[in-house]
């Protein structure tokens, strides 16, 4: 189900925080940054990519193993096209510019998502930051990226559907493991919380198997604003949760 939380035992760290094995970030706010500030909605998406290095580089501080971050969701596509090429083109370049710093800090890179509607260049570059970073053993940093719930448990039904009319699986087999293991998360644990910003609470088709468990924390800042306080409230916040699992007692305490 989920994986241990950790209490945060290195250096100028709170006592007694607790600190997720897997967080998983709704980048939201973006285009309320830009315009309460009086600029386009693309300067948001700009600062947007510099506050996930800032958590890439805070996950990694506070020894969170993994961060599941959703930066383009299937239905994103609805927006302006010229702001949809922008997010593409920031993808792009967040992986191209950083790949070299995420390797050296031991990130492991999977971008989750149909890949269809992506450009040829584009998905080279997945598969370049995937396998170049797949031995790393620290932070695996996880993009979902052209991502939506429910559509990935369509393509994981499938997945199971075909399996069962090959022979490979009979029916009366099918676990919820089977589901967790057709998933694009396969093999990453579960995430323990869910941090939203911008004041927004709903999880927008954000991890829908993954989170049925997960402590969900909404913060008002905007993405953009994102940084360590903003990551120690939600923390803060997360510690002083008692995590049930439908059961009646505290289990990962
Ligand atoms: C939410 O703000 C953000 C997005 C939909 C996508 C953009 C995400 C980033 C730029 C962060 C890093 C991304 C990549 C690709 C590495 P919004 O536009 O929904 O804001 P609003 O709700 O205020 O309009």
Redesign the pocket.
Known sequence: MSAETAVATTLNEKPGLKIPAHLAVI???????AKARGKV?TE??VE??KA?RRLVDLSIRYGIKHLTVF??SSE?WSRPRDEVNF?FG??HR?VASDLATLIQNNVRVRIIGTRTGLDEALKRLIEEVQSKTARNTGLELI?A?NYGGKSELTEATKAIAKAVASGKLRVEDITEETITRALYTSGTPDPDLIIRT?GEQRVSNFLLWQGAYSELVFVEE??PDFGEQVFLKALDEYSSRSRRFGGIESRSQ
């Open positions: 980048m939201d706010g973006n285009g309320r940054w909605r948001g998406h947007g990519v996930l930066s383009f994103n997010i920031l993808l967040f993009v990226f911008s905007n993405w």
